[in-house]
């Protein structure tokens, strides 16, 4: 048995507790989801659960009674968070090494595991040189290793593609028949029906439904879509499509990309002859995991090295400040962009250059606050969020800049339907304003409801989609 009573939890610098008098027991070898909108602490219950907090992560909290399985085996949102060696076969050989494997099984356990996830590296492969869903898969791969009695998983195949997530999701389900299993995803479509429990948390962090699926669907349909839970008919409630004018003929060509070849160190990832972005269009990019998608918006930032040249109105660009003048990156992990000690700072630093006056510039900040639901932890350190709240701020600051291009790598991973829907209408308000916007995304419904181009990455070469079909 897994459970809490009377846990109250509170961030030191939040306003309000995330939890109060909360309370909940799971039961040996239970698959349990958690539903909630960004914010209500799914990420931070697991956190608790598992014993991370407070053994790992101190926060003030108190509880009547905790148990926890020591045996357990956590996947995190944020795959980096849980890598503590360089290459792949040394984090994945730390891992048995901990569980006294004697050295000549290892091997074939390592193969093993990384063939399970379909991750395909040599082994001198350094983990910071994977995409964001290579990491993800290699996350999994080391808690398959773990042999855990005890399974949390926190949204573990967001930066994934389509195939690579039933692939995944059918893995784990064919290996956790003797575990117990909490689950927090919004990608619920691949394991709705396998599913014991689902508990679903109110933005105050309280239980407001704690059924089987089937009941939770039938009877509690509004309140998932008031909470912006995924579920079946969510993107009923999607923002319509617009119009975007997208011309070649006519557009205004901003930048151009000749001769052009993506390249991570020595690897060639894409072949790109000509790649010309005109103003005002959203362009999404995607394609398999490590197919070069983030390496393309890192060499239009002049970041990493390729060959080719690139032009941003008829001027070539060579170096990062020439590219950061007239484009802002938004990365696949949002912290990799804070710089400052609140939630309100990192929107105003952006909001200063922008505009005159001070009350100006505090006044757009505070409005682009409430539009992403971030007013209510306005005063928090961006690291305090959780990984919803923290994606949702990374947006903010780039849609807060002035730059022509936004470049923004998984920007919905992870965000409830209300936020995303949310984000959506900026991003087609910045369109309509001449922006543009260069998104790489998985998202399917994204993908065929709202760009002017799509893009997709294949055997090393980028092609334009019309419909369903690559042409």
Known sequence: MIGIENLRLKYPNGIKKIFDHFSLNIQDKEKLLILGPSGSGKSTLLNVLSGIVPNLIDLPMKYDKLEIDSNCGVIFQDPDSQFCMPKVYEELAFVLENLQTPRQEMDALIESALDSVGLSVNKDQYINNLSGGMKQKLAIAETLLQQADTLFLDEPTAMLDVEATVELWDKIKSLWQNQTVIIVEHKVEHIWQHIDRVILLNY????????????????????????????PKAWDRAPKPIELDHNPETNNKIFTFEKGIIKRRKQSLINIPKLEITQGEWITITGPNGTGKTSLLESMMQLIKYDGNMFFN?????????????????????????????????ILIQNKSNYRSKAEADEKTNTLLRLLNLEAVKTQHPYELSIGQKRRLSVAIALSSSSDFILLDEPTFGLDSHNTFNLIKLFQQRVKNGQSIIMVTHDSEIISRYPSRRLYVENKRILEIEGDKHV
């Not at 407001?208 to 939770?216: G, K, L, N, S």
């Open 204 to 231: 105050d962090g309280d239980i407001v439904a704690d059924a089987m699926p089937a009941e939770i669907l039938n009877n509690y349909e509004h309140l998932l879509s008031e909470y912006g839970v995924w579920h």
């Open 314 to 346: 008829h001027k070539k660009l060579t170096k990062i400040k020439d590219a950061s003048k007239n484009m802002y990156l938004v990365y696949q992990n949002p912290e990799q962009q804070f710089i400052t000690h609140s939630v309100f700072q990192e």
